[in-house]
């Protein structure tokens, strides 16, 4: 089972991402700073992870650098509430795709799906 990695400080975000994944047979596991998200994202126990940039202890933005420093491949999509100035350096820093909040889940479900596509991780949910 495709397991995703929400990191969210934003708790009314965090369980609609939670509840939206899960209808759609993910498994999930959700942290609401940087310092959870770092440290989990640097298994190999998850397939994706969904990254908000604004969160306690250490940003996403660090977070996100950490990891590919660390050499990880982790597909990452950035959902955040900053600017678009941010989208070019988040994605020169490593992440696969990036999307402004407020969003749409389909549409997010939709790029999620197209990077575990592109990774071969992909299972069919239910």
Do not use: N, W
């Amino acid at each position: 089972m495709t397991t995703i990695l929400i990191a969210e400080d934003d708790p009314l975000i965090g369980s609609f991402l939670e509840k939206g994944f899960r209808a759609q047979g993910f498994t999930t596991h959700l942290v609401d700073d940087g310092e959870q998200a770092q440290r989990l994202g640097l298994t190999d126990d998850y397939d994706l992870m969904i990254l908000d940039m604004g969160l306690p202890e250490r940003e996403g933005l660090q977070v996100l650098k950490e990891l590919r420093a660390q050499g990880k491949t982790l597909p990452v999509v950035v959902v955040t509430g900053r600017s678009d100035r941010d989208a070019a350096m988040c994605l020169e820093a490593g992440a696969d795709d990036y999307m402004r909040k407020p969003f749409h889940f389909d549409e997010l479900l939709a790029r999620v799906q197209k990077q575990l596509r592109s990774t071969g991780t992909e299972e069919t949910p239910g």
